[in-house]
């Protein structure tokens, strides 16, 4: 089985700052791209960034110069250092990623549990 834990949520003033983590556990062949979704109450959940194995790194507009996207091959894991919080970035975030179990041919798309980000005015 393959598994997404993700850690580091929590309540911060406007202006701050928190890093999310995630961990990616399991038989695990290979990861493509891993990245972090969110979503607000009542809104649908919408993407925050990606990264490539390769390191190619897409971000959402309303996060672009505040938030950093990376990741660590080697312990499967996948960060999001964001800064500037504003209380619109208040959210369940989510990590997300493509792996490949071992033995399997085709990879498909896992997601964490969630944890809670809310960023008071």
């Known amino acids: 089985q393959v598994q997404l834990v993700e850690s580091g949520g929590g309540l911060v003033q406007a202006g701050g700052s928190l890093r999310l983590s995630c961990a990616a556990s399991g038989r695990i062949g290979s990861i493509n791209t891993m990245g972090w979704y969110r979503q607000a109450p009542g809104k649908q959940r919408e993407l925050v960034a990606t990264?490539?194995?390769?390191?190619?790194?897409n971000y959402a507009d309303s996060v672009k110069g505040r938030f950093t996207i990376s990741r660590d091959n080697a312990e499967n894991a996948v960060y999001v250092q964001m800064n500037s919080l504003k209380p619109e970035d208040t959210a369940v975030y989510y990590c997300?990623?493509?792996?490949?179990?071992?033995?399997?041919?085709?990879?498909?798309?896992?997601w964490g549990q969630g944890t809670q980000v809310t960023v008071s005015s």
């Open positions: 997300n990623a493509d792996i490949r179990r071992s033995g399997v041919p085709a990879p498909r798309p896992y």
């Open positions: 990264i490539t194995s390769g390191g190619s790194i």
